[in-house]
Each structure stands twice: as structure tokens, then as C-alpha cells.
């Protein structure tokens, strides 16, 4: 075989060795693309992004507890399902420990301040969403501001409230909006504190995307909430698919 032949031979084993290397770089990637659309993307809990971050469907998003005693206060909090507990800022041990000011400003321990308690947690909830508020995209801001002042948020809670929740249903063009109070959200994951609060509203909102609205729709009635004494509020909401 000539010198001719065998560099033939030689870039034909080469190009074969190229072309099952590209071929097996190609299925690996395939085959890892398929893993995580399966088992993690997919996956029942992480499945929904919401700005950026994987959320379920039952997933409570961005909830916040200001609390306002009549004067400077050492609280304690806690959760009566802190397994639920996903992700808490300040760092939640067992509980939170904090010195607590009539105008909401908050110091734990370590002297750091806060303005509010953050955590994310799992929840069941079984919202049908057969009744609430059908709200577009043209009448989201005008509905947050109404309706969030009647339920008893002040201004810097429907603030940030807004802030959060103002991009979801304009994104959304057509969304069911549901409330869910202290009464049911206590059912889920009551939160305990100590001393007693002379008034608590909890409100959790929840989210669904809608081509329109639906049949047999029943709009939500929601009571509004007096303030009085120590008084605590937790604002959050719930993107569902």
C-alpha cells in the first residue's frame, strides 16, 4: 500500500473518530436536556417560574409580616408547620426573636434591623377559583389600589404589595384573583406570636391566568379590616398555572 494510500486511510480513521465523538457529544447532550426537562423542570415541584425563580404551583411568593405594637416590644413568632418553611430571612431557629417598634421598624438579636419578617413556604391549598375577581391587564393597578386599601393595607404595605404583584397581572392580560384571609390562611400554617396582637390580617393572593371569564363566575366578597392596639399584617401571593 503506498505511502498515498495509507494518509488516505489515516484521515478516513480520523474522520470517523471525529464523527463518533461529535455524535456521542450530541446524544449525551440530548440525553441531558430530556434528564432535566423530566426530572427537574418538570418536576411537581419545580415547574413555574415567577421572575426568574422555579416555584410550584403551591408555592406561597413573597410573604411579608409587619407587625406594629403600641410600643417597643420584644416578640417572639413562630409557625405552628415550620416544616413548610422554605426560606427565611431573617433566619428562622424554631423562632423569631425580635424587638419590635410602634411605626414596624424590627431588631433582632444581633442588633440587625429589618422592616418586615420574609419567608417562602409549601402549601395546600385548594383554590377552585369558581369565585374571586376577573381582572385585565388595563384595570390590574386601579384593582390593587381599591381593593388592597378596602381589605386594610396602609400605604407602604399596598406599596410594596403593588411593587411585586402589578407586573404578574399585566403579563398575565386576563387573570382570576382570589383572597384568601386570615381565617383560611391560618388553616395552612397559623403563625403564633407573642404577645397576643390585638388585631391580625393575613392575606394571601392568588394568581390564575384566564383566556376570559369564566362561566358561572362568582365574585369574591371580602371583608374590611380595623386596626387596633398591636396590630400585625402579612401580605403574600400565590402564581398559580
Known sequence: MSRFDLALLE???????IIIILSTSILFLVASLFILNKFIFKNDFFHKKNNGVLVSDSTSLKPVLYLYPKKETKVTVTFEN?????FTYPNYKDKWKLTAKPKGDLVDTDKNSYYALYWEENLNNNVDFKKGYYVTSKEAKQFLEDKLKYIGLNDKERNEFIISWLPVLIKNEKSIVYFELTEERNVDNKIN???????ILRVSMHVKKVDGKPDNFEQQKVSHFNRKGFSVIECSGILHA
Open 82 to 86: 415550620p416544616d413548610k418553611l422554605i
Open 193 to 199: 406570636i407573642s404577645p397576643k396582637p390585638d388585631s
Open 11 to 17: 484521515k478516513s480513521r480520523n474522520t470517523k473518530r
